[in-house]
């Protein structure tokens, strides 16, 4: 499977993308608001000028910033060619990966053991992520 975006800190990058969507500043509260990044390079020196170790696959070009509205139902569909390449993954025996902080907030790790419920939570996962809006 190709690489994919990690980041070592997941509360600390959610705390970021917070601080974008409210211009509150909830990597260090109380200090200044955190400009949006307008670029991929600005994304990345941002992440290290606030410790965050992240690490982008060749692949991505460019950064798009997309804010939905509470107005307007939005649906973010996922790349085809990713989507694809994950089923065939999970079809040859992958597991399905997840970011550790699950496991550490279910305090138990996902055990998905037939194709199907590999196959099954990932068109969940992708459904929920897709209108979900992370909320």
């Not at 970021?16 to 608001?33: D, E, K, Q, R």
């Not at 991505?60 to 509470?70: M, R």
């Not at 699950?102 to 992708?126: C, G, M, N, S, W």
Request: hydrophobic share 40%; proline share 7%.
């Amino acid at each position: 499977m190709r690489a994919r975006f990690t980041v070592n800190d997941e509360i600390k990058w959610g705390k970021l993308i917070m601080s974008f969507a409210t211009g509150n500043n909830y990597v260090a509260p109380g200090g200044p608001a955190i400009p949006v990044p307008r670029t991929l390079a600005d994304l990345k020196q941002l992440c290290l000028d606030i410790g965050l170790v992240v690490s982008f696959p060749d692949y991505h070009k460019g950064l798009v910033v997309i804010q939905s509205s509470e107005e307007v139902f939005s649906i973010r569909l996922p790349p085809k060619t990713m989507t694809e390449e994950t089923e065939a993954f999970l079809k040859a025996g992958g597991n399905y990966a997840v970011p550790k902080f699950y496991d550490d907030f279910y305090q138990k790790p996902l055990v998905l053991t037939t194709e199907q419920q590999k196959l099954d939570f990932q068109a969940a996962r992708i459904g929920d992520y897709s209108v979900r809006m992370c909320l």
